[in-house]
């Protein structure tokens, strides 16, 4: 019995009649929490390259795949083999240059995938792409790959995107402050201006703002304890935002 066999006949246990009750009634929606922590926690290994961490989060994300896939099994809606079976028809699908008759003529590109996907899905207009990118994604994260989807970054310039930005800006600043509904329109339409000029960087919006958060603390830390070194507080030292950047 190989590893994944074993894992897989181990949920089955657990799923069945005399199985972890805690098991047994999970749920698709029960479990999606679990899917969403684990898969950050995938992340946070990486970021901390702790290659320990990486090889029990990859684990976890997998046991989460089991779960769903047997109790997608137990409802009758498909198979751990369908999932499986489909994402293997998929990446032979995706990769004509790969594994088609024509590998010496066609070459890997993200436009010639997003074509391939467009067939698969049966989208017949960009907006339909758009739509099919999952809401339950981070905002920034969905914001950049339904921008990629409308396919005009060729068409921009870096200029147009900060005039646009600019211009959201200067709105913000001439706005009334009571209308809230305006104003977040208007960081709305900000933020989109900056995941275009973050798609027009190829730059993850995501990772970027995570490591500008990261950096923020880090420095704010430093400031606070070099004031609480010499007897002083935050306020008393005049620390401005502009010191944090």
């Known amino acids: ?82 999932a499986i079976d489909g994402v293997s028809d998929k990446m032979i699908s995706r990769h004509p240059h790969i594994f088609g008759p024509e590998n010496s003529e066609v070459t890997a590109s993200y436009e010639k995938w997003e074509e391939i996907k467009k067939r698969e899905k049966g989208y017949t207009t960009r907006s339909e792409a758009m739509r099919s990118i999952a809401k339950a994604m981070p905002a920034l994260v969905r914001g950049q790959k339904v921008l990629k989807k409308r396919g005009l970054e060729k068409m921009q310039n870096i200029d147009s995107f900060a005039d646009n930005a600019a211009l959201c800006l200067k709105n913000l600043k001439q706005s009334d402050f009571t209308n809230k509904d305006y104003n977040m329109e208007i960081i709305g339409n900000l933020l989109l201006q900056i995941l275009n000029i973050s798609n027009f960087f190829e730059i993850n919006a995501e990772f970027s703002l995570t490591n500008a958060l990261e950096t923020y603390i880090t420095k704010f830390e430093d400031f606070e304890n070099n004031s609480a070194a010499v007897g002083k507080t935050i306020e008393d030292t005049g620390l401005e935002e502009a010191d944090l950047f």
């Open 1 to 82: 019995m190989d590893s994944f066999d074993r894992l897989v006949d181990i949920v089955r246990v657990l799923m069945g009649e005399n199985g972890c009750p805690w098991d047994k009634v999970q749920t698709h929606e029960s479990l999606k929490p679990c899917m969403l922590e684990e898969c950050y926690e995938v992340l946070d290994a990486i970021d901390t390259k702790n290659t320990e961490n990486l090889r029990e989060e990859l684990g976890d994300v997998l046991l989460q795949v089991v779960f769903h896939g047997l109790i997608a099994q137990k409802e009758g809606e498909f198979s751990l083999d369908d």
